[in-house]
């Protein structure tokens, strides 16, 4: 019912920079949060960030504080994620993510998008 459509991953050099988008099907107004996740190999997967859809309070983990930055445009229902500084740690499918109930944007989500493949060569 509810699509999650991601874009602009890719293959990017170490120190480079990359700009994810995800465009929602769904009204705005039944989203509370957008937010990103990436599973890297060898792992589960990771909340990277959030932003609630009301008020644009935001979370990240740790290891991108400083480095990515979560962004929304309510009006095309659409989250962005830049990414700057890549690191081959970075590597990872990033995956979209809505929450339609709750009041705060850290996990759990409800729906999920396809993935988007990031590669950081070094």
């Known amino acids: 019912q509810v699509q999650l459509v991601e874009s602009g991953g890719g293959l990017v050099q170490a120190g480079g920079s990359l700009r994810l988008s995800c465009a929602g099907s769904?009204?705005?107004?039944?989203?509370?949060?957008m937010g990103w996740f990436r599973q890297a190999p060898g792992k589960e997967r990771e909340f990277v960030a959030g932003i609630r859809w009301s008020g644009r309070r935001t979370s990240y983990t740790e290891s991108v504080k400083g480095r990515f930055t979560i962004s929304g445009d309510n009006a095309k229902n659409t989250v962005y994620l830049q990414m700057n500084s890549l690191k081959p740690e970075d590597t990872a499918v990033y995956y979209c993510a809505k929450k339609i109930g709750g009041n705060s944007e850290v996990p759990p989500y409800d729906y999920w998008g396809q993935g988007t493949q990031v590669t950081v060569s070094s």
């Open positions: 769904g009204r705005a107004f039944s989203t509370s949060a």
